[in-house]
Antibody
Framework: EVQLVESGGGLVQPGGSLRLSCAAS????????MDWVRQAPGKGLEWVGR??????????EYAASVNGRFTISRDDSKNSLYLQMSSLKTEDTAMYYC???????????WGQGVLVTVSS | DIQLTQSPSFLSASVGDRVTITCRAS??????LAWHQQKPGKAPKLLIY???TLQSGVPSRFSGSGSGTEFTLTITSLQPEDFATYYC?????????FGQGTRLEIK
């Protein structure tokens, strides 16, 4: 059974940093791209970014709203995905979801989400 | 960026009804569109990919159609568990974008 379990969320002040983790199990983690998607309270879904797999040199893509502030990485030896967030803004307050990207680039599995609150 | 506009944003319907949600793309995206369902407090779930292919385990009362710039999600014979918010998503180009969502509520 595929499982994606996010952790690391919490309350952080504007301008601060936070690192989210996603522990994956139930599939061959290293074979798939992985994404982060977020959802502000009461709002819609917003794609944050992607990290490709080793055979694609672990290259990344980001939404313009987080480019230069957020960094996505992965550790295939630990079946883990990471989201390093810095220079956080109040508008980054959201539930952050770890998402598995299938071979056709569809989001076939989502984690339960982790809440990040940016507030003074 | 490719913008996706869903209509309606809010839909009220009864159990047993047939409903259709439309997703329009600001430029052609071939069939590179998915539909997700999200229930309150839960993560989204993939319903349909490649515009019209039902994800494994999804009931056949859900169907998708369209290509290019106009797409539809149809639910025939609404069940109580179908009342949720539905999002379309394009994967034609970066940045990946979602529609604003359609909230389906019980009449």
């Amino acid at each position: 059974e595929v499982q994606l379990v996010e952790s690391g969320g919490g309350l952080v002040q504007p301008g601060g940093s936070l690192r989210l983790s996603c522990a994956a199990s139930g599939f061959s983690f290293s074979d798939y791209y992985m994404d982060w998607v977020r959802q502000a309270p009461g709002k819609g879904l917003e794609w944050v970014g992607r990290v490709r797999k080793r055979t694609n040199s672990y290259t990344t893509e980001y939404a313009a709203s987080v480019n230069g502030r957020f960094t996505i990485s992965r550790d295939d030896s630990k079946n883990s995905l990471y989201l390093q967030m810095s220079s956080l803004k109040t508008e980054d307050t959201a539930m952050y979801y770890c998402v598995k990207v299938d071979s056709k680039f569809y989001f076939d599995y989502w984690g339960q989400g982790v809440l990040v609150t940016v507030s003074s | 960026d490719i913008q996706l506009t869903q209509s309606p944003s809010f839909l009220s319907a009864s159990v047993g009804d047939r409903v259709t949600i439309t997703c329009r793309a600001s430029q052609g995206i071939n069939s590179n569109l998915a539909w997700h369902q999200q229930k309150p407090g839960k993560a989204p779930k993939l319903l349909i990919y490649a515009a019209s292919t039902l994800q494994s385990g999804v009931p056949s009362r859900f169907s998708g159609s369209g290509s290019g710039t106009e797409f539809t999600l149809t639910i025939t014979s609404l069940q109580p568990e179908d009342f949720a918010t539905y999002y379309c998503r394009q994967l034609q180009s970066y940045p990946i974008t979602f529609g604003q969502g359609t909230r389906l509520e019980i009449k």
